[in-house]
């Protein structure tokens, strides 16, 4: 009997094997729209049975870390299933980071197998990532040359293969996941499969998903919630890696076809669609859940997305990180009124109540290390600090990250572990929670601290201003607060723009004190999102024009 999260997907398929687990693109037509196929519940398990035999036939299985480097779709569920099944470890790195960060991301994680696309193959060999430590090669789709085995021929091998006695704990390891390096050289969250486990009933419960709905995830690893969900997924035609570039036709296209009732994602995603959909007077019927998450959604974005969908629907913004989520969930609504004006005041963003089951507490900023907890951390409601939390989904460790597992972890008088979110905040009185920006990238002058999400909402308000991002250049202690700004459509000339945002920074205590602008092309975001602003890089930038 096994303990996986891979369960999940075999109780769906002996449900309901008809049911359809996913349509995926296969490709355009001549007119340049998506073709699709599908895969029915049962078809999947039987891949996954058939792909898991054949894994651990190779010694892939029980702990064993495998490097998975395959696009979102079919071959993908397939894998990770099989891994999950056999009790390997997939180690999920986001291929678009920094080709060093990337190598040493790999380093640490030292996989045993790589499985890979062709191309990803060759990089491997060309630039040697993890050559120390893999010793098993896996291709998907062409290229076989590449590597050792094919995944096509593993599932021919598995079908004649017996099958094992399944021995995973609930807490064996279960996955490697890297977070996304917005702030630094990603680091790799050991998830064990209990944590999946609790991870499913917190989404469940919190965001109330209706079973046998149809999913749109344009972020690929949401996509593997969608079996225990009891969802049937729709992938994208779309680069994952680019959700701010998204073709909104064609995913609004999708849609409609697949009568899509929930979509996630990005800020960045929801945005262009919602701006397509309101300049082209275009509702959406079907769809009653978007969950949107990555990077705060300002108020003005929760109005665009409502408009486009019918009064019925929700719009969820659910809070946490790869290290712990879901920690809060907020429905957008809550942002607007009174949570959109305290916002554009200067106190943050609204990311709502604490999921049930979640132990959240905000507590002194600090960036040294607490090993043990005491009760005298926890900071009064309205007092800004950084935002902890213990529960069934928090993650226990970095792998092999041992000094940021320290400066992250505190643990409780009953050994649990409480996640540091590196995220500063407050409790407000009715209980909701408010996120003021990130601690590292909080700017601490001489006497006073400024954060980033208040400065940056006061600036979102004025129309000319599309984006935001407030650094600090100099010494901590003795920073100089600078607010980059990406101009919107609206903007009047920079001098004229200039003027009027100082006058409205001025108008806050939150803003005051910020006096020095830059106008910027185009702010760098992260990677996965393509939604959180990337400071150290505007800092950087920052910085050199202010020598010029």
């Keep these: ?81 099989a891994l999950f099944r056999a009790g390997a470890v997939p180690v999920l790195i986001d291929p678009g980071i920094d080709r060093r960060a990337l190598r040493q991301c790999l380093a640490e994680a030292q996989p045993k197998s ?39 021929e593993l599932e021919r091998q598995g079908a004649h293969l017996p099958e094992p006695d399944w021995q995973v704990s609930p807490e064996q390891l279960a996955a490697v996941l890297f977070t996304s390096g917005s702030t630094g050289v990603p680091k790799g969250v050991e998830y064990t499969h209990r944590m999946f486990a609790a991870q499913v009933a917190l ?31 729709v992938i994208p035609d779309m680069d994952p890696r680019r959700p701010g570039q998204v073709d909104p036709v064609r995913l609004l296209d999708t849609i409609a076809r697949f009568n899509v009732q929930v979509m996630f994602g990005s800020p960045a995603l929801l945005k262009r669609v919602a701006e397509h959909a309101q300049k082209h007077q275009i509702r959406i019927p079907g769809l009653q859940r978007i969950l949107s998450a ?31 989520l879901p920690v809060a969930v907020v429905e957008a609504r809550e942002l607007l009124g009174d949570a959109r004006r305290r916002s554009e005041s200067g106190e943050g963003i609204c990311v709502g109540r604490p999921v049930l089951g979640n132990d959240v507490r905000v507590i002194q900023i600090s ?61 407000a009185a009715d209980g909701k929670l408010w996120y003021v920006g990130r601690k590292s990238q909080r700017v601490v002058g001489a006497g006073r601290t400024w954060y980033t999400e208040c400065v940056e909402q006061i600036a979102l308000s004025h129309k000319g201003v599309a984006r935001a991002g407030l650094v600090g250049i100099g010494a901590c202690g003795q920073q ?28 806050f205590e939150a803003s005051s004190g910020v006096r020095t602008l830059l106008p ?21 930038w920052a910085g050199k024009r202010l020598k010029q």
Excluded at 10 to 34: E, I, K, L, N, S
Excluded at 489 to 496: I, R, Y
């Design 1 to 81: 009997m096994s303990g996986s999260i891979a369960d999940a997907l075999f109780a769906r398929a002996a449900a309901q094997p008809d049911a359809v687990a996913m349509h995926y693109p296969t490709g355009r037509d001549r007119a340049g729209r998506t073709r699709f196929a599908s895969l029915s519940y049962a078809e999947l398990a039987a891949r996954v049975t058939h792909s898991a035999r054949a894994l651990a036939a190779h010694g892939i299985r029980d702990g064993h870390k495998a490097c998975v480097m395959v696009p979102p779709g079919p071959d993908f569920f397939v894998l990770m299933f």
């Design 114 to 152: 790589f499985i890979a696309i062709g191309l990803a193959h060759w990089a491997r060999l060309v630039l040697g990532w993890a050559r120390a430590s893999v010793q098993q090669t896996i291709v998907v789709g062409r290229g076989y040359s590449w590597a050792n085995l094919s995944l096509a």
């Design 203 to 233: 989404l469940q419960q919190s965001l109330h998903l209706p079973a046998g709905a149809v999913n749109l995830p344009t972020f690929p690893p949401f996509a593997l919630f969608d079996p225990a969900l009891g969802l049937t997924s």
């Design 294 to 324: 990555g990077a705060p959604v300002p108020p003005a974005l929760v109005e665009s997305a409502l408009r486009m969908l019918p009064e019925s629907a929700q719009v969820h913004t659910p809070y946490g990180a790869t290290e712990a």
């Design 367 to 427: 960036d040294e290390a607490i090993a043990d907890w005491r009760d005298d951390l926890t900071l009064a409601p309205g007092a800004i600090g950084e935002i902890t939390v213990s529960g069934p989904s928090v993650t226990e460790r970095y792998h092999a990250r041992d000094a940021a597992t320290k400066l992250a972890k505190i643990r409780m008088p009953d050994g649990q572990i409480r996640h540091r979110m590196g995220d500063l905040g407050f409790f």
């Design 480 to 507: 100089r607060p600078v607010l980059c700004v990406e101009l919107s459509c609206e903007a009047p000339p920079w001098p004229e723009l200039s003027q009027s945002l100082l006058s409205l920074l001025a108008r």
């Design 520 to 540: 910027h092309p185009r702010l760098p975001v992260d990677i996965r999102h393509n939604a959180k602003i990337g400071r150290e890089l505007l800092a950087s």
